[in-house]
């Protein structure tokens, strides 16, 4: 069975600073690997994904993820926050071809002025 | 593109009463939909995965004569949460995917059950 784990349930950054949200995976065969942002009382937003090919994927909102296999790591990234960009972020991964997501706790990322 | 919506958006119900939440995916055909329940301050939790025209498939410790699933066509998937109780309050969220491996998800629905 696969499982996700985010480091760290709270982050403050300042705006302008730049933006590190941990995800770690555990998969016994390629995992397709998820980013989603949700808003206050709203559903979720895909930010980006990693299924194959190129293992540094950019998504919406400048925000860029990195696959590392030999860390089983994809880690979140925005070089410069804003205001914006307070929400609650969610890695998830799911594997083979079955569509069934398993998600991380959660990261709740506040951005201060 | 890929969008979902989900309707109503905010419900408040009675005990005792049931209550229909729609999911639909509007540009999109949604082989598989999933139903998400989530606790404040929490994670999503997968209670059922529909695929159009087949029945539910429902994750261990949810009750599925509670919460009924249907999947009537490639962009509807409804639930009903019959006799609705208090601790059924939640926000619960679908999602749809056209089976490329990526889901997409509704806006969500408050319950909030008296």
């Known amino acids: 069975a696969q499982s996700v784990t985010q480091l760290g349930s709270h982050v403050s950054v300042s705006e302008g600073a730049l933006v590190l949200l941990r995800c770690n995976y555990s998969s016994s065969v390629p995992p397709y690997l998820f980013w989603y942002v949700q808003y206050p009382n709203q559903g979720l937003q895909l930010l980006l994904k990693?299924?194959?090919?190129?293992?540094l994927v950019k998504g919406i909102n400048g925000f860029e993820a990195e696959f590392k296999k030999s860390e089983t790591s994809f880690h979140l990234t925005k070089p410069s926050a804003h205001m914006s960009d307070a929400a609650e972020y969610f890695c998830?991964?799911?594997?083979?071809?079955?569509?069934?997501?398993?998600f991380g706790t959660g990261t709740q990322l506040k951005v201060e002025l | 593109g890929a969008v979902v919506s989900q309707h109503p958006s905010r419900v408040i119900c009675k005990s005792g009463t049931s209550v229909k939440i729609e999911c639909r995916s509007l540009?999109?055909?949604?082989?598989?939909m999933f139903w998400y329940r989530q606790f404040p301050k929490q994670s999503l939790m997968l209670m059922a995965t529909?695929?159009?025209?087949?029945?539910?498939?429902?994750e261990q410790g949810v009750e599925k004569d509670k919460f009924l699933i249907n999947h009537a066509s490639l962009t509807l998937s409804t639930l009903t949460v019959t006799s609705a109780h208090p601790e059924d309050s939640s926000f619960y969220i679908c999602?749809?995917?056209?089976?490329?491996?990526?889901?997409?998800f509704g806006p969500g629905t408050r319950l909030t059950v008296l």
């Open positions: 540009d999109f055909q949604a082989t598989t």
């Open positions: 999602s749809a995917s056209g089976g490329a491996g990526t889901q997409y």
């Open positions: 529909s695929n159009e025209g087949s029945k539910a498939t429902y």
């Open positions: 990693y299924t194959t090919g190129a293992t």
């Open positions: 998830a991964v799911s594997v083979g071809g079955g569509n069934k997501l398993t």
